[in-house]
């Protein structure tokens, strides 16, 4: 079994920042690509960042410039930094962690999401 939990949502006004962090535990051979998705109301779940074991990095075009993802591979951890937060952040953001487990079976993790609110 693998688990992913998220940390770091909460409420912030426009133009703040938070920090999102995302933890893989379990039974984890290795972890390759690891990342963030975001689900707003009413809308499809959308990929926010991404990044592979060697650090490789891809970001959607409405986050570029504002957040970070980052990682550390020792920790089984991915950051999001996400600064000049905008109301249309606004959702529930998912982590997923691409992990081969003990049966060298190599699967897509999601966490539970961790909400987070741009609002004034």
């Known amino acids: 079994q693998v688990d992913v939990v998220e940390s770091g949502g909460g409420s912030v006004q426009p133009g703040g920042s938070l920090r999102l962090s995302c933890v893989a535990s379990?039974?984890?051979?290795?972890?390759?690509?690891m990342g963030w998705h975001r689900q707003a109301p009413g809308k499809q779940r959308e990929l926010v960042a991404d990044?592979?074991?060697?650090?490789?990095?891809n970001y959607a075009d409405s986050v570029k410039g504002r957040v970070t993802i980052s990682r550390d591979n020792a920790k089984n951890t991915v950051y999001l930094q996400m600064n000049s937060l905008k109301p249309e952040d606004t959702a529930v953001y998912y982590c997923?962690?691409?992990?081969?487990?003990?049966?060298?079976?190599?699967?897509?993790?999601w966490g539970k999401g961790t909400p987070v609110t741009i609002s004034s």
């Open positions: 997923y962690a691409h992990a081969i487990n003990q049966l060298r079976v190599g699967m897509d993790y």
């Open positions: 990044i592979t074991s060697g650090g490789t990095t």
């Open positions: 379990g039974n984890i051979v290795s972890i390759d690509d």
